[in-house]
């Protein structure tokens, strides 16, 4: 048995602790069964938001025409761009890897990491021999993978999750699409903007249900001028016959209402089952931590029943010595969140007084076409909690320099009666850059309205925006007037 000062299975933002942990002096082995860097840099952010930048270059370019500007695209490569990216996310983790391996203060352990006990860990299915660890902190940061619903006949079908999807070196010619949150719209932005027919089938009653409900509706709308977008669904069956594959949906009774290639049917009840074809499927349903090969059972750590693993305010989890972070905490299944996570463990390591994880202000941000973001609450979270709230809305459009880029979109500001910043949720362009004024204001200001209002904004740019949405005439709850 080896013994460590600190150990982590997984190498995404667990390792900013592992480096932590390491300038202190402490002993430290790093557990990874795949690529070092984790979902976000192997499989995730980092590649698809190079993929889709290049699909908002190609959009641009087509998009010419409406500035009088006459361009055409005579030519994609469309492998070579994936290609490119692939070996870019490579590099990087090879350099990880490079990193690691050289160091005198890390031991890397290339291998599933399973609990023997609360804080002893076996090393199997790996590079290297078996071997067991003992360390006196261990932090769980394994992060989640495509979830798979339970679709009768889904494991004879030869279908992709967005793992295989970045991948792919032709774009399908349909792509089918089960699932109506970000990796769905992002990948069928990709795929949509590169040639490829694209169906959408969402159980929810617009895409991105984690949105503001009228950001997902105009969202849904913009995407049903696309693509054929079917919300409302349920995907019950799929088969495959012949390179194509058939999905079978049928209204799902949970949801307000049904829209089946781009109309809007009205109630579940109302509206008939669906089958939808193409020569690709992808899976884009959800995740799912991955805890079932840690063993569990040894320790003392806890999971929700979807298998996350519970942690407090703190991230220590049900075993002493044990901490998580992450996506596997199912608390935001973002990386920014993950590296806030991180930031929050090596304090409370480093530290004798904990302090308790701050999710004030944490955004999020869907890189399709239009960019969605948003942070802090809903209007339905408002409105279902039986708050008091204020709301206002601005149109890319009525700034001056939203008019000049044709820009379709808005802002929305929800605010609390006495003015403080209760949310913001913007679809349109530069959607995720413009959030982080927002951000600042919730999390390093007042967190009132006079943050945004008393700041100086450039004109004519596109955060003028952001500031007319903060300053304009607010409607109090259901639409009473209400002027801060």
Known sequence: MQEFDFLVIGSGSGLDVANAMAGQGNSVAVVEEGRLGGTCLNRGCIPSKQLLYHAEVLETIEGAGAFEIDAEVTGVDFGEIVRKVTEDVSGSSESIRRGLTSSNSHDL?????????????????GDDEAATLRAETVLVATGTRPSIPPIDGIDEVDYLTSTEALRLESPPDHLVIVGGGYIAAELGHFFGAFGSDVTI???????????????????????????????????????????EV??????YPESDSVRAGGERIGSPEEAEDVAVSGDALLVAAGRRPNTDALNLRATGVETDPAGFVETDEYLRTTAEGVWALGDVVGEYLLKHSANHEAKAVIRNLLREELEPVDYTGMPFAVFASP???????REQDLRDAGREYATNTYAYADTARGSAMGADGFVK???????????????????SNLIEEVVVAMTAGSGTVADIRDAVHVHPALSEVVDRAFSGQFSRGGGHDHRH
């Open 413 to 431: 500001v929800l605010v609390g009666l006495d003015g403080t910043i209760e949310g913001c949720h913007i679809i349109g362009p530069e959607a």
């Open 109 to 125: 352990f290339a291998g599933t990491g399973t609990f023997v006990d609360d804080r002893t860990v076996e090393i199997v299915d």
């Open 371 to 377: 960019e969605v973001a948003g942070v802090g609450a």
């Open 246 to 251: 058939t999905v079978d949906a049928r209204p």
């Open 201 to 243: 089938v969402g159980r929810r009653e617009h895409l991105l249900p984690e949105a503001d409900e009228e950001v997902g509706e105009a969202f849904t709308e913009r995407y049903a001028e696309r693509f054929d977008v079917y919300t409302g669904y349920e995907a019950v069956a799929a088969a495959e016959s012949d390179g």
